[in-house]
């Protein structure tokens, strides 16, 4: 049965609200803080994506026009597509490809998460309780910062060496 938007915003909510709960595992810091406050400023564009409806660079557009500093796509199976078929990697090198080569969007990048990797944080499988395919969209100056910035904190402490090496933490 296919969900209605209500529905697939609702548990995208869920998932996010889960996001912004402090875990011992990230030193009692929420899971991904900067989602917070893009709530609160009212700076998070939301979505869903059918690839099979709307291309995603329309989909761009839409974010842009809204003028938000950042977005969450979320991606619904079509008759073309089924996410949990989708190899999240390859996905998200194309579609900063995309966006690096577009004259508006050149300044962007994604972050594309499966809850059917294979990927853990602090020990905690994190993409898994997401409860679709989706794809995170903000600056590239904005997602550097914001690592910067967790680097100085005690976030990273309980991860592993290579969680470290693959979310690229020195």
Same mark, same amino acid.
Request: net charge positive; with cysteine; aromatic share 12%.
């Given at each position: ?7 697939? /915003? ?23 803080? =900067? ?77 594309? /998460?499966?809850?059917?990797?294979? =990927?853990?944080? !602090? !020990? ?13 969209? !903000?600056?590239?100056?904005? =997602? ?14 309980? =991860? ?11």
């Amino acid at each position: 049965m296919k969900e209605s938007k209500e529905q697939m /915003l609702e548990r995208a909510y869920q998932y996010i609200h889960w996001l912004t709960t402090p875990h011992e595992a990230f030193n009692n810091m929420a899971v991904c803080p =900067f989602i917070e406050p893009e709530i609160k400023q009212e700076q998070l564009y939301i979505d869903i994506w059918n690839p099979s409806k709307m291309a995603f660079m329309d989909m761009m557009s839409r974010y842009y026009d809204s003028q938000k500093r950042s977005a969450l796509f979320i991606c619904q199976n079509s008759q073309d597509i089924d996410w949990e078929q989708v190899e999240r990697r390859p996905i998200q090198i194309t579609l900063n490809t995309k966006l690096k080569e577009h004259p508006l969007f050149s300044e962007y990048k994604c972050i594309v /998460l499966s809850p059917w990797e294979d =990927f853990t944080a !602090g !020990g905690v499988r994190t993409r898994e309780k997401s409860p679709y395919f989706m794809i995170n969209i !903000g600056s590239r100056l904005h =997602f550097h910062k914001s690592h910067k910035q967790l680097q100085k904190s005690r976030y990273f402490a309980n =991860f592993t060496d290579d969680e470290k090496k693959v979310l690229k933490v020195k």
